[in-house]
C-alpha cells in the first residue's frame, strides 16, 4: 500500500468514526435530546453534534490503532507458528475466552444480588453474531483463510479497544463507544483489499 492509501484510509475511517458516533450518540441518548428536536434548538444540536464528532474521531483512531496492531501481530503469528491452522487454532481459543470473559467475569465485577446474567450474555452474542457476519463477507471478499483472521480482529480486538468502557459498565458509554468502533473496525477489514496496490497480497 503506498502511502496515499494511507492517508486514505486514515481519513475515510477518521469520518466514519465521527458520523457514526453522531448517529449513535444521539440514538443512544434519544431520549435526553429528544426535547432539543422538539423545539428545534439548532444551536444545542450542532454544538453536541460537534463533540460527538470529535469524540468518534477519537474512537476512529483507537480503532486504527487496534488495526494495524492486529495486521502485525497477525503476521508474527504467522510467522511463529508456521501454519495457518495452528494460528487460527490458537485464534479461535482467545475467541472463545474474549466471549466467555465478556459474559462470566463482568457478571462477577458489576452485578448486583439477583441480577439476571441475560443482559451480559445478549451483548456478548451481539458482538460474536457481528464478527461472524463480517468474517464471513471477508471470506467472501478474499480467500477461506480470512475468515478466522477477520472474526479474532472483530470480536478481540474490538474488545480490547472497548476495554474504557467496559470498566467504566455505565450504560450509555457502552453503547456509544462499542457500535462506532464495529462500524469502524468492519469499514477497515473490507476497505483495505481496495487499498492494496499489488492485488495479490493477502491479509
Not at 20 to 28: C, D, N, Q, R
Not at 100 to 122: K, N, Q
Not at 160 to 180: D, K, S
Request: with cysteine.
Amino acid at each position: 500500500m503506498n502511502s496515499r492509501n494511507w492517508v486514505r484510509l486514515f481519513l475515510s475511517t477518521l469520518l466514519v468514526g465521527g458520523v457514526s458516533t453522531g448517529i449513535v450518540g444521539f440514538a443512544v441518548k434519544w431520549d435526553e435530546y429528544q426535547s432539543l428536536f422538539t423545539t428545534f434548538n439548532v444551536v444545542e444540536i450542532l454544538s453536541i453534534l460537534f463533540w460527538l464528532v470529535g469524540v468518534g474521531f477519537i474512537f476512529s483512531i483507537i480503532s486504527q490503532m487496534g488495526f494495524f496492531a492486529y495486521l502485525t501481530i497477525h503476521r508474527f503469528g504467522l510467522g511463529i507458528f508456521k501454519s495457518v491452522s495452528l494460528w487460527n487454532a490458537i485464534q479461535i481459543v482467545l475467541i472463545g475466552f474474549v466471549v466467555f470473559d465478556l459474559v462470566y467475569f463482568r457478571y462477577r465485577a458489576f452485578a448486583a444480588e439477583g441480577d439476571s446474567v441475560t443482559p451480559y450474555l445478549v451483548l456478548a452474542m451481539y458482538v460474536l453474531v457481528v464478527g461472524l457476519i463480517v468474517a464471513y463477507l471477508k471470506m467472501k471478499q478474499t480467500n477461506r483463510e480470512a475468515f478466522v483472521p477477520a472474526l479474532f480482529f472483530i470480536v478481540v480486538v474490538t474488545t480490547l479497544e472497548w476495554f474504557p468502557a467496559l470498566r467504566i459498565n455505565e450504560e450509555g458509554w457502552l453503547y456509544l463507544m462499542l457500535f462506532p468502533l464495529l462500524i469502524c473496525n468492519t469499514y477497515q477489514l473490507l476497505i483495505l483489499p481496495k487499498l492494496i496496490t499489488n492485488p495479490q497480497r493477502k491479509k
